[in-house]
């Protein structure tokens, strides 16, 4: 636990907000360290977010100890939308530090080529249960994290693989991704999964960004972690369709505020959602076109607390990235046998813009999102109503607010670390 008074994100905030901040950050970790020898002994599907049949009403997650992760994954630098040849890397997370009611942060240590290192903000989005007649249920909790990574770079380290160019100037590399832990219902026994990516500069270095470039510096290429192996990278067509049993969460927040207000929301039912794929098409290029391996996709649904026919998210349209509002990134597969956990699962990552009104805080409607999904086994699943459900295809989203100088301290953008005041957590 002592890894998490590494915040260095805060570095961007006035000294005020800083001391702020960490009396926050101090108060949760002695609270978090008084329950450290409490373990679930069995799986709980109930995370404490939602209060069915009621909107916008103060909830506090109720988890587990998440554990520390450390395996072997694979690296790749997937130039024109075509994966190059991975390398093996060795991944080291420390355990997830509650610092406000749904936001977490890790120290993350990937050694191999080049070695990569720095902090995690892991935003935790939902839970399910997975259930087969030849493994053990297991309950799934999924985080979504971003982080300002530092390469391990010197004067004969050859760019833009296995690292962006910008690394060689001693700047930070930002990555989104998605951490799953899985808790083994018989056995006790946690496992994971995780994936990072660092998409081209069209995403990362545009406008909206806090590290803007003139020229884009990796315009043809994404660098991206997974783990644990064995992993194939091998991009398919994502799902599409009806959404079923789907939910949104969002914060009320004021970092200006003493103490700091960061208050989670209950869970908010979504209604006729649809997911569709549009077109394939390569956003992540340089001179000739790689393969059409990404799809532009369109999101939309209305909500409990916001019936407006697609009021609760709309997708905008931003081209040539995201032409639909959306789009997905295929990065491959984890080809693992059954018992283990993640087995045979399919993932994409996820980049989009969306209109999406607050209706509890009044919060801005505009938002960059980044996410994942994920196809897997068979799982179970309670809405926010209480109904138990069943899905197998999981997509989460969060909407990210890079961190700023001055108040308010947040602002809405993508490309730097960033915290997120809203997720959503879909089924297909």
């Known amino acids: 636990m002592h890894s998490i008074l590494r915040l260095t994100f805060y570095s961007v905030l006035t000294r005020g907000a800083q001391m702020s901040i960490l009396r926050t950050i101090s108060a949760a970790l002695m609270a978090f360290a008084a329950v ?6 069995q799986c709980n599907p109930n995370d404490g977010l939602s209060v069915p049949g009621a909107c916008c009403v103060p909830v506090q997650a109720t988890l587990p100890q998440f554990p520390a992760i450390q395996y072997q994954g694979q ?3 997937i130039r024109d939308c075509t994966p190059g040849t991975p390398w093996t890397v060795g991944i080291s997370v420390s355990p997830p530090g509650q610092i406000f ?7 993350i240590s990937i050694a191999g080529v080049t070695p990569v290192s ?13 259930v087969s007649p030849i493994f053990p249920p297991r309950q799934v909790w999924r985080f979504l994290v971003s982080g300002d990574l530092s390469y391990a770079v010197t004067a004969t380290s050859v760019a833009p693989c296995p690292f962006p160019k910008t690394a060689l100037g001693g700047n930070t590399v930002h990555f989104t991704g998605s951490i799953d832990y899985a808790f083994d219902c018989f056995t006790a026994q946690w496992q994971s999964a995780i994936q990072l990516t660092h998409l081209c500069a069209q995403f ?7 590290k803007p470039f003139g020229t884009p510096t990796n315009p043809d290429t994404v660098y991206a972690f997974v783990g644990p192996l064995p992993f194939a990278w091998a991009p398919a067509p994502p799902p599409a369709g009806l959404l079923v049993a789907d939910s949104e969460r969002t914060t009320r927040y004021n970092l200006v505020a003493t103490p700091l207000q960061w208050d989670c929301l209950s869970d908010d039912q979504v209604v006729n959602g649809t ?11 340089n001179g000739p076109v790689g393969p059409a391996a990404w799809w532009q996709q369109n999101l939309n649904f209305s909500s409990v607390c916001n019936p407006v026919a697609g009021g609760a998210y709309s997708g905008i349209s931003v081209p040539p990235i995201a032409p639909t509002g959306l789009a997905a990134n295929p990065l491959g597969s984890w080809t693992g046998g059954p018992l283990a956990f993640p087995g045979s699962r399919r993932l994409w990552v996820e980049f989009g813009f969306a209109v999406s009104p607050d209706t509890c805080t009044g919060n801005l409607p505009f938002h960059i999102v980044t996410g994942v999904m994920t196809d897997g086994p068979l799982a179970t699943l309670v809405d926010p109503n209480g109904n138990v459900v069943t899905s197998n295809i999981f997509l989460d989203l969060q909407n990210t607010l890079v961190l700023v100088g001055g108040p308010p301290f947040v602002a809405i953008g993508f490309g730097g670390i960033s915290l997120a005041s809203k997720t959503w957590a879909l089924n297909l």
């Open 36 to 41: 450290a020898a409490f373990s679930f002994g």
């Open 75 to 77: 690296g790749n630098c």
């Open 101 to 107: 009611c749904d936001i977490f942060v890790m120290n």
């Open 118 to 130: 720095g902090l995690l903000i892991g935003k935790y989005a939902r839970t399910w249960t997975e």
């Open 204 to 210: 990362e270095h545009a406008s909206w960004s806090p």
């Open 275 to 285: 997911l569709a794929n549009i077109a394939p098409y390569c956003p992540c290029s």
